[in-house]
């Protein structure tokens, strides 16, 4: 419970925290495009990733993750999440082998906005399980959820169903 919701204040700090290596001595290395452009890159890695790593490490691999998934299968209203400690040691060891080779300011942008895409789909996901709101795009984003609760092989993408579409698994 307590590491749940903990999870959302170290993920924002994760962001903050990887926006920061754009700055030095308080002014930032990149361009006002460039943000733009790194910040819009991050948001749509993150909606590949979310479609892989559903579809593939939560659904087919057999891991801990996969356990982990199958009891949200389970009880879908349960606050089960992958322990933020995990994902913040996952992140940072992906950050630093990243910016060994390429620029870590930009690095760091679009990796935060990686993370705030990953903080949108938590916020997204605990919605569609625990409230009713009757806006159109929450109505349809959450049956396009909800379907894949009934049948575990569509609808992999929960921020979005561009990436189902793409490959032919949104129903
Ligand atoms: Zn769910
Ligand atoms: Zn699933």
């Known amino acids: 419970m307590f590491n749940y919701w903990f999870g959302y204040v170290a993920n924002i700090s ?14 930032s290395q990149l ?10 890159s991050g948001l749509f890695l993150w909606t590949l990733s979310e479609y892989v790593l ?13 356990v982990g998934h199958d009891l949200h299968h389970d009880e879908p209203r349960s606050l089960l999440g992958v322990p933020w400690w995990i994902t913040t040691m996952v992140l940072l060891g992906v950050y630093y082998g990243l ?15 990686v993370w705030l895409g990953y903080i ?17 795009w929450f109505v349809n984003a959450r ?17 979005t169903g ?10």
């Open 31 to 40: 361009s006002a495009a460039r943000w733009a452009g790194y910040a819009l």
């Open 14 to 27: 994760l962001v903050i925290w990887l926006s920061s290596r754009a700055f030095s001595n308080g002014q």
């Open 120 to 136: 949108g789909y938590c916020a997204m996901h605990h919605s569609f399980h625990h409230a009713h709101w009757k806006a159109r």
């Open 99 to 113: 910016a060994r080779f390429l620029d870590p300011a930009g690095t760091g942008v679009v990796m935060a906005f």
């Open 54 to 66: 559903h579809r593939y490490l939560y659904h087919v691999l057999e891991s801990p993750l996969k």
């Open 143 to 159: 049956r396009h959820h909800m379907i894949h609760h009934a049948r575990h092989d569509v609808n992999w993408g929960v921020t």
């Open 162 to 171: 561009l990436w189902d579409r793409v490959f032919g698994t949104k129903t």
